[in-house]
């Protein structure tokens, strides 16, 4: 088992450096490579605010991605991407109310965007 982190993922994924993306597929390819839910929201964060991929993009992206790879909490990544393409919220937030519909937790916050998308779910 390898752990990838948001480097390679982003290798992977923008293809900006040939060598390290082919690196960074040949891993994902012929090893079992792990993804633990706080690279993926880092590599949300630096896709967004970095390359200013859209959030549609973000997601499509993602979800072929993660169809590659075991990842921890893998119904709850998939819920807060979903979340994450449809509203304005920080994807930490998406990951929040993912846990909420995926396991029924309560959330408590103060940020009024999260807490009125909860709200609605109810």
Do not use: W
């Amino acid at each position: 088992m390898v752990m990838l982190d948001t480097n390679m993922i982003l290798r992977y994924l923008l293809n900006d450096n040939p060598d390290m993306a082919e690196y960074a597929q040949g891993a994902i390819q012929s090893e079992n490579a792990k993804v633990t839910i706080e690279v993926i929201a880092e590599v949300v964060y630096v896709l967004k605010g970095v390359y200013s991929v859209s959030r549609q993009e973000i997601r499509n992206g993602l979800e072929v991605f993660i169809g590659e790879v075991e990842i921890t909490e893998k119904e709850v990544v998939n819920c807060a991407l979903d979340t994450y393409a449809k509203h304005n919220l920080d994807f930490v937030d998406c990951v929040l109310y993912a846990y909420h519909e995926v396991y029924n937790y309560d959330i408590l916050t103060f940020d009024k965007k999260l807490k009125r998308l909860l709200n609605t779910k109810e």
